[in-house]
């Protein structure tokens, strides 16, 4: 069954154009909103990352104090994979920074596209949800993306991108 409308089943505006759906219209605008919350950590984590690594041996021995309970450092992970993270932040902090906003702009101006009814801004909507993923991946590591924050952050982009796979069948453009 095809789940993609035509131009005749949408709604139109007086001006006989079709109008936003409201539900591509609250995630349009929940995508802008999370595009510059990730623009300002990215450039907060570019601009703190040689602080970040030259604090990396204090935050080690603070995980390793006997004073931290031990849910917390069960939360932080292993000290060497902290170490590890850390020294390959620092080091590709620049391609990781320009790759990430590569993939905010992706998200932008999919989300743009969506907002005019537009199908291809939802794949590239998809492909700037997906890459700052890879590029984590590939610069750091597969544990990024593993513990309690990178599991978060992925749950979020999934339902997200569940969301506007349901809202797919608005773009008819």
């Known amino acids: 069954m095809n789940q993609e409308n035509t131009a005749s089943d949408l709604n139109y505006d007086e001006n006989n154009k079709p109008k936003l759906p409201s539900g591509l219209n609250v995630l349009t605008i929940l995508t802008f909103i999370g595009c510059a919350l990730q623009l300002l950590g990215g450039l907060w984590n ?24 031990g849910w917390a450092k069960s939360m932080m992970g ?27 702009t992706l ?8 907002r005019k009814l537009k199908k291809q801004g939802y794949m590239l909507y998809v492909i700037g949800e997906i890459l700052p ?6 610069f750091i590591g597969l544990f990024t993306i593993t513990g309690g924050a990178g599991i978060f952050f992925v749950c979020i982009t999934v339902l997200f991108i569940i969301l506007y796979t349901m809202q797919r069948k608005h773009l008819v453009y």
């Open 46 to 69: 570019f601009a703190n990352a040689k602080k970040s690594y030259d604090g990396m041996e204090e935050a080690i021995s603070k995980m390793n104090s006997p004073e931290m309970p």
């Open 78 to 104: 292993d000290p060497d994979q902290f170490r590890e993270l850390m020294t390959k932040s620092y080091e590709n902090r620049i391609p990781i920074l320009l790759l990430s906003l590569v993939a905010i």
């Open 107 to 114: 998200c932008v101006y999919g989300a743009m596209q969506m």
């Open 133 to 138: 993923f890879l590029v984590q991946v590939l």
